[in-house]
Each structure stands twice: as structure tokens, then as C-alpha cells.
């Protein structure tokens, strides 16, 4: 096994002559997954990984350095893609790991045959000429009750963010991967996600895209999906699904998984769009 593969816990599963690529987003692991993955096993070669920081990684290869920008999160993934020899692959990415995509597209086209941005945003941050959802001042009060509180910022972010109330078992286990991330780690895979600003990136984006977009989701508002659309440098599509929350795959996966299944298996120009 190689260095990224390790470090990552790199699991390679399925068959077939196309490889799928799962990047999960902030605060979750690859398990995030199970509900997709026993639907490609059969047709695909599926790999799925850990980012770093994500609470089963070590805690000790977190560079608070590197991890300050999304093109670590980059280097990262087509280190994997090296290291297990993959030459084309459909990646599908949520949140974090969506625009992780994206730059990893731009540094390495030849890589990937298409992305599939699940909840993806290039900027957080509301500006004069785009809606992202959230003011600066928004982030800094987040930033700081999870500084003075992880534990109990966790109870209240999880089922804002899931969209369902603190019972559900998607809102359970969205809690429990977040509390298994070292607290300074979160906090800074958090503030890198929510200041970041990535829109000068999609024109360069040449690789087909399709991306997912749940009607109501408090991170990420529909018109976003919409200007991520409009600005990228090829062909793209949206699809915007009648779910609540950001994990749609987590917390609807009866809704979410057979589109999942039908962008990954079809591509923009095919009669099924």
C-alpha cells in the first residue's frame, strides 16, 4: 500500500472497467457512502478515502498549512489516483470534496471523464455580485461557538445542517463522524471552507459536470448550483432534487441515490437529460 493510500485509508471495491471516485465532504468519513456504494459494487471499480482530518485519519499528518487551501485537498486526490494507478476515472464529490474535484479537474483533465458535484459551493460568503447564503459576521459567531464549545456546537450545527430534527438517525450519525475530528482540526478545515473564495477556478473547468443540488439546503442555496452552471469553462448540467439538507445522501438516500446512479451511469449528451 502506498504513502497517500494509508494515510487516506484508501478502500478499492467492485468491478468493471470504469472507476468511480467518492470524496466526502466536511465533518463526515467515506462512510458517508453506504448508501451508494452496494448500487455500483457490481458495475464499477469504486474507490473511497478518507480526507485528512476526517476522525479516522491521524491527527498528526494534519499540516495546518497545507489544509489552509483547497489545492492540498487537490494534491491529495491525484496523489491517490497515482498511487493506484487509475488513468480516468467519474468522481463524484460532496461539499468540500466537490470543489476538491474541481481543482484537481484543472490541474490534471486528462484524470477525470467527469465530476459530480453533489452540494457544491464556490463561496460561502454573500458578495456584492453573488448570493453565497451566509455574511462574514455569520461564519465568526459559528467559528467561535465551536471554539468555546465543540461538543455543544455540534448539537446545534448537525441538525441545521442535516435538515431534520436531533433524533433522526442521519443527524445522529452526521454528529458522531463531526465528533470524531479533533476539535482544532475542525475548526480549521472550517474556516478554510467558509472564507474561501473558488469562483476564479470554474472557468477553467473543462471537464463535463453534473451537478446535484437539494432545493433546501441552509449551506448552500439553489441559485448557487445555478451560478456554478453559468460560469463553468465546459458542459454542465444541474439537477436540483426534492430533498432537505446538505447530505442529501445521508439523510434521503431513497431520493438521492438513483440520481447519483443515473449521473454517474449517463453523461450530459446522452438522451437521458
Known amino acids: 500500500m502506498g504513502v497517500a493510500e494509508e494515510a487516506h485509508n484508501v478502500k478499492v471495491v467492485g468491478s468493471g472497467e470504469k472507476t468511480v471516485v467518492l470524496g ?4 463526515t468519513d467515506q462512510s458517508v457512502w453506504k448508501h451508494l456504494m452496494p448500487y455500483l459494487v457490481d458495475d464499477y471499480r469504486v474507490v473511497v478515502y478518507d480526507n485528512m482530518g476526517a476522525g479516522p485519519t491521524n491527527p498528526d499528518y494534519f499540516d495546518f498549512e497545507r489544509y489552509a487551501s483547497l ?3 487537490a494534491y491529495d486526490l491525484l496523489a491517490i489516483l497515482e498511487e493506484l494507478q487509475i488513468d480516468s476515472c467519474i468522481y463524484l464529490g460532496h461539499s468540500l470534496s466537490s470543489m476538491t474535484g474541481v481543482i484537481a479537474s484543472i490541474f490534471r483533465p486528462d484524470l477525470f471523464s467527469k465530476l459530480i458535484l453533489l452540494s457544491a459551493s464556490p463561496r460561502f460568503i454573500n458578495a456584492d455580485d453573488y448570493y453565497g447564503g451566509f455574511e462574514k459576521e ?3 459567531q459559528l467559528s467561535q461557538a465551536m471554539e468555546s464549545n465543540y461538543k455543544s456546537w455540534i448539537d446545534g450545527f448537525a441538525p441545521l445542517v442535516i435538515g431534520g430534527d436531533m433524533d433522526s438517525v442521519a443527524v445522529q450519525e452526521f454528529s458522531r463522524t463531526l465528533f470524531n475530528m479533533r476539535p482544532d ?3 480549521s478545515v472550517f474556516r478554510t471552507i467558509f472564507t474561501f ?9 473543462t471537464v463535463p459536470c453534473h451537478i446535484i443540488q437539494s432545493s433546501k439546503d441552509l449551506a448552500v442555496p ?13 458542459k454542465s448540467i444541474v439537477e436540483v432534487i426534492s ?11 431513497e431520493v438521492t441515490v438513483p440520481v447519483l446512479l443515473r449521473h454517474i451511469s449517463h453523461d450530459i449528451s446522452s438522451d437521458t437529460f
Open 138 to 140: 455569520d461564519i465568526d
Open 185 to 187: 482540526i475542525a475548526l
Open 24 to 27: 466526502h465532504g466536511f465533518g
Open 197 to 205: 473564495d473558488l469562483r476564479h477556478f470554474l472557468s477553467r473547468v
Open 222 to 234: 439553489v441559485a448557487v448550483a445555478e451560478y456554478i452552471h453559468q460560469n463553468l469553462g465546459g
Open 71 to 73: 489545492e492540498g485537498y
Open 243 to 253: 430533498t432537505e439538507g446538505h447530505l442529501p445522501h445521508l439523510s434521503a438516500p
